[in-house]
């Protein structure tokens, strides 16, 4: 018998190679940018990673861009998911909240040596402009618990 966490990961897996997102209608979001100019349009299912950022909320998209915004993150995540997009809630390394999509999400592991202190696993994500993973405090084992409430979770849809 498969132990849970091997049959979390291989869900997870199966998860991140399925276009699940691809087969549902684009959702877009006004998004303000950092640097005051007008709204621009997001295509919430296109986010790969929330989290702040030297004062500011970025938004990382699977096109590898990274959009910055003023909005408090809270309130961004809370549009992303009522957008449709499931998101999973972690810790950084600051100790502050960041958000993964959850079908971006390609692989978690222990954090390796490269890592700040702190960092107890890394999720690796497909997007990231500048990385190739995300260090978090949580473990693997409160990483893929933290997957797993998000997988079940049903999010909530918003109407256009």
């Known amino acids: 018998m498969t132990p849970p966490l091997g049959r979390r990961i291989a869900l997870l897996l199966a998860l991140a190679g399925a276009p699940a997102l691809a087969a549902e209608p684009a959702a877009f979001l006004d998004i303000l940018p950092s640097n005051g100019g007008a709204p621009v349009r997001l295509n919430a299912r296109q986010v790969v990673r929330l989290a702040r950022l030297e004062g500011t909320t970025i938004l990382d998209t699977t096109a590898f861009v990274q959009q ?25 390394l600051n100790g502050a909240r960041t958000y993964l999509a959850l079908d971006r999400i390609v692989l978690v592991r222990g954090s390796e040596e490269r890592h700040a202190a702190g960092a107890r696993a890394a999720i ?11 260090a978090v405090r949580e473990t693997v084992a409160e990483a893929m618990a933290a ?3 998000a997988s079940t979770t049903e999010p909530r849809r918003s109407t256009p």
């Open 68 to 92: 910055r915004s003023s909005e408090p993150l809270e309130a961004l995540a809370q549009r992303l998911v009522a957008a449709g997009l499931p998101l999973v809630p972690l810790t950084d």
């Open 124 to 134: 690796v994500v497909t997007g990231l402009r500048f990385a190739t993973d995300v």
């Open 147 to 149: 997957i797993g409430r």
